[in-house]
């Protein structure tokens, strides 16, 4: 089955400067990769994704890279604002290209500092 | 459109005791997938069904178990409750057969085991 590592576990920046979290996977035949985004208390909202034939995708000040050589994939989020203060979760396929649900990371906690 | 809704919203249970937690799936969606959320943990995929058939699980013992119905809402039933059951569970819909494409959670049932 897939395998994610996800860091850096916390991760504290100055409103307005960008954050970047990164995720690596196990099974090259993954093909989705989604970013949930959860407040405390809240549901794993889904922010953005990519699929393996796309290296970048931007939404806003979001953005997803995807290296599949490397079997990493990155978040960026740029002019971060105290809203974007959550954690956050990278997630590829359980089994691969299979259909089937999803193995997540272990999280990142973004501070956003005023 | 209706979003994921999950029922009850909280659960406290004994050791050894049946739960049923329900979920009705995001309208238009036909695939569910259940997940387990520990206390500062990623979730960890349970199972997931497809037009009423169980179309894959994670690493889950079979008391744990599931049913789809023809309006595509879910059940999860978990027997012989243990203390470590004690988590978050999610239900998320999605569209289409391979699923793991934008999942949508919903609230949560937050079950508690003593």
């Known amino acids: 089955g897939e395998n994610v590592e996800q860091h850096p576990s916390t991760l504290s920046v100055q409103e307005g400067d960008s954050a970047v979290i990164k995720c690596t996977y196990s099974?090259?035949?993954?093909?989705?990769f989604p970013w949930y985004k959860q407040e405390l208390g809240k549901r794993p909202q889904l922010i953005i994704d990519?699929?393996?034939?796309?290296g970048e995708k931007k939404d806003q000040r979001i953005a997803v890279t995807l290296n599949k050589t490397a079997k990493h994939f990155s978040l960026h989020i740029t002019e971060t604002q105290p809203e974007d203060s959550a954690v956050y979760f990278c997630?590829?396929?359980?089994?691969?290209?299979?259909?089937?649900?999803?193995?997540f990371g272990k999280g990142t906690h973004l501070i956003i500092q005023p | 459109e209706t979003g994921v809704t999950q029922s009850p919203t909280h659960l406290i249970k004994t050791r050894g005791q049946q739960v049923t937690l329900r979920c009705s799936s995001q309208s238009g969606h036909n695939t569910v997938s259940w997940y387990q959320q520990a206390l500062g943990q990623g979730p960890q995929f349970i199972f997931q069904?497809?037009?009423?058939?169980?179309?894959g699980r994670g690493n889950f013992p079979p008391r744990f178990s599931g049913l789809q119905f023809p309006n595509y809402s879910s059940e999860l039933n978990v027997n012989a409750l243990e203390l470590d059951d004690s988590a978050l569970y999610l239900c998320?819909?999605?569209?289409?057969?391979?699923?793991?494409?934008?999942?949508?959670f919903g609230p949560g049932t937050r079950l508690t085991v003593t």
């Open positions: 998320a819909s999605s569209l289409g057969r391979q699923g793991v494409s934008g999942q949508y």
């Open positions: 099974d090259s035949a993954s093909n989705y």
């Open positions: 997630a590829a396929p359980t089994s691969g290209g299979g259909a089937d649900g999803l193995t």
């Open positions: 990519i699929r393996s034939n796309v």
């Open positions: 069904y497809y037009r009423e058939e169980e179309n």
